[in-house]
């Protein structure tokens, strides 16, 4: 018995012993002469005695149940899987390696290889047959499922698979054919970091899944995050096969709740499988150093899953473990429908086993990862031998390869789509209700007098506007990725309305079976559950400070959002709301770890017109912004929200439409003499609009003439760095109505670091006449005049570089005591910020 049936046979499983096993296999060959040729196997791929049972027992259940699939013969399909598999696997490592390639199968000679040669060789020849193997159950069964792959570095195997089948994206396929020119300027595009005339990348195949990849979803460059979306992705009626890897499993922790969320009701057929090979890029992984697959079948068998272990080299036990894995779950929904079960259900979870590399020379070493063998080819003779004896036992004659792909190739027989347009790669999602934006009355006439002010909570226009959405639109699923405090972040109809999703609801809790709040003190895997629900309507909300253990997983949707929109395929799911409330200047309270505006400026990097930063300053438009977000598709709203009901709504319903459709808004109510200003005051963020507007007061009682803005996206007054990002700028008049060339004094006073908005408004920035205050990284346990106080930037501070800016005495707009507290002379209690009470 072999080391990979030791450790796939399981007596819960197989029952049976190892001899019965080789005696059923050879019975099942005596009987049936086209199964035999299968189980023959071609080259390096052979079919173990549990495998040829598995699939000997799924040919039969297929044939009872009348499945006909694209009406491919169970074994001819199965044979030409075979030969698919290895010339995929051959074309792997000739795109690693071969700057030309001969479909005669001829030995490369020294100047036919790279000369430096590249690529993720080992995982990439580990998911060849995994994912031959998911086209051949979309063949057998008629159903073109999604796939989704988390070790995106291994997409050399997609594409060659695509390739050789003629599954291609246009920018594939108007470059690429089964040809000896065809291949070769494939393999000469793998790694070639050409640039075209453009100044873009020429070649359309990257390191990674990338927008030109058919049916990619996710790059996948950052490991673990598949593992915590794939649960949440298909909605009912879908079927989605996740290929995951066992080094991503020790990168990313929540995967293992995947059983805690799935439901029947609301969720489509999920298939996880992990690619087992045991090593990282220069050291056996963690999970093969703690036991192997023994070790990890017991902790899935903990976690709540039903591991399946089957033989990670095989394509034919993909399609098995693949169709198993959908049997087994389907059988467990329907024991939990008829009420003989309840959730959470043990979630099947195949375990591929194989060697890093199997099937090419370096199997199962170090090595395997990226280049398998000792040497380059290019210059070593004995290596270049090597490649060629390694590629010989996966070539694959041209008539018997062209015989095997038309095999994959009937989708019209059963009407399905090809496996590049499946289901979840064209999501296109509407509102098909928008409800009125709940707005709070402004006084205009007096909004001059703070004393006249009413608040609210911004966040609860949040809570009003997403509520009301989801109740207008009940056939769009919501999902909402909470770490935590949905009630200190004021989501208070959020949680009653949508609940946590738990398996056993507390009484007198927001909690049910159904919950549409997915929540975890794990802010990847609750965002997760947002970000990969692209058939539904999302809100994702943290802490602002916590926000920055979300960057990987939002960076990774807006950059492959943005790059399949430059492709020609924008996204078509609802934008996704990422709400940073409890923020920076509101959480004082919680010592400095608390006090993070990271993330929003990590955020105003990516491209603008696909990360959208805003900072909504009151209730309505808080509310609009809201409105406006899902009525927009494949964009990332990052919100700043303050969530303390002391905020004063001072935009009307029309300004509140102005500000968010422009991106900023001149308060003609405040300042002082504005046409003759010699200064403007713009803000960023509602609690800096709030000592803007009290300075702008001091500013108009000294009659210094000045106006008053408020940024509410900064992103969009950027130079831009794109076509895309241009086309979403602001107008060159509303900019210049903001911020008047004749008036080249400006102060900017905003949530972040003033840095950052300096660098950001480029365009805006006049040299030495321009300045910003913003958070300068003090903190401690403080209010919020407090933390305004320790960052300079409360009114005072920006009575103070006014003055510096226009070269005014400091006297002109401060008192002495004023002064005294600004330079440290004196407590700023009672004096520029409140007392405090003891």
Known sequence: MSLLETEVLDPQQIEMDYTQLLRQA????????????????????????????????????LSTQGVRGDGATFYDLLQALDRLTSAAMWLVVHATYARNVYLDGRPLMADDFKPRPEGHTGGSLNMVPAYAGYLAANVLTGHTRAWLMGQGHCVAAVDAVNVLVGNMTPAHAERYSLTDVGLTRYVRDFYSYRLGADGRQDSPLGSHVNAHTAGGLAEGGYLGFAELQYVHMPLPGERLVVFLSDGAFEEQRGSDWAPRWWRAEDSGVVVPIMINNGRRIDQRTTMSQQGGVTWFRAHLSLNGFEP?????????????????????????????????????????????????????????????HNLPLMGNPHSDGGIAALFNQGARRLWVPPAELHHACDQFQRHPASGRPRERDHVLVHRSVRLRTVPPVPFRPVAAASRRDPTRWTTA??????????????????????????????????????????????????????????????????????????????????????????????????????????????????????????????????????????????????????????????????????????????????????????????????????????????????????????????????????????????????????????????????????????????????????????????????????????????????????????????????????????????????????????????????????????IAALEGKCSPHGVIIPEVCV
């Not at 199964?35 to 079919?47: C, M």
């Not at 894995?325 to 043990?346: D, M």
């Open 26 to 61: 050879a019975r099942y060959r005596q009987e049936d002469s086209q199964f035999a040729r299968w189980a023959a196997g071609y080259g390096v791929i052979q079919h173990s005695a549990l495998t040829q049972v598995r699939i000997y027992q799924l040919a039969t259940r």
């Open 308 to 368: 399946i272990v089957f033989d990670g080299r095989d394509p034919a036990a993909f399609v098995w473990a693949i169709l198993e894995i959908e049997h087994r779950l389907e059988t467990a929904a329907a024991a939990v429908q008829a009420g003989q079960s309840r959730y959470p259900i043990k979630l099947p979870y195949g375990i591929a086993v194989a060697p890093k590399g199997a099937g090419f020379p370096g199997e199962g070493t170090n090595l395997a």
């Open 457 to 818: 909570s911004p966040m609860a226009a949040i809570d009003a506007m997403f509520t009301a959405i989801v109740r207008a639109n009940p056939q769009l699923r919501p999902r909402v990725g909470n770490p935590d405090e949905m009630r200190s972040n004021r989501l208070l109809a959020t949680l009653e309305q949508l609940k946590f999703r738990v398996t056993d609801p507390e009484p007198g809790i927001p909690e049910a079976i159904d919950g549409a709040v997915i929540t975890a003190l794990n802010e990847e895997a609750v965002a997760a559950a947002a970000l990969a629900n692209k058939g539904g309507i999302n809100l994702i909300h943290t802490y602002e400070a916590f926000g920055m253990k979300m960057h990987g997983a939002i960076r990774q949707e807006i950059i492959f959002a943005h790059h399949c929109a430059e492709a020609g395929r924008p996204p078509g799911w609802l934008s996704v709301p990422l709400v940073l409330t409890s923020h920076t200047w509101e959480n004082g309270k919680n010592e400095q770890s608390h006090q993070d505006p990271s993330m929003a400026e990590a955020l105003l990097g990516e491209p603008s017109h696909v990360s959208r930063v805003v900072f909504p300053a009151d209730f309505n438009t808080a509310a609009v912004a809201m409105e406006r977000l899902y009525q927009t598709q494949g964009q990332i709203w990052t919100l700043v929200v303050p969530k303390a009901d002391i905020i004063p709504d001072l935009f009307t319903p029309d300004e509140a439409r102005q500000v968010v459709a422009e991106g900023g808004l001149r308060l003609d109510w405040a300042g002082h003499a504005s046409e003759q200003a010699r200064i403007v005051l713009a803000a960023v963020g509602a609690y800096q609009l709030g000592e803007v507007l009290t300075a702008s007061r001091r500013l108009a009682e000294r009659s210094v003439p000045h106006s008053v803005v408020y940024l509410f996206e900064p992103g969009r007054f950027r130079l831009a760095r794109s076509e895309a990002e241009q086309r979403h700028q602001a107008p060159l008049a509303v900019r210049e109505t903001l911020f008047p060339p004749t008036v080249p004094h400006r102060l900017f006073v905003t949530h972040t670091r003033p840095e950052v908005i300096l660098g950001l408004l480029g365009p805006l920035h006049t040299g030495p006449h321009t300045s910003g205050l913003g958070y300068i990284n003090q903190g401690g346990t403080l209010n919020t005049p407090g933390m305004l106080f320790v960052n300079r930037c409360t009114w005072a501070h920006c009575l103070a570089e006014v003055a510096r800016l226009l070269d005014l005495p400091p006297t002109h707009v401060l008192s002495a005591q004023e």
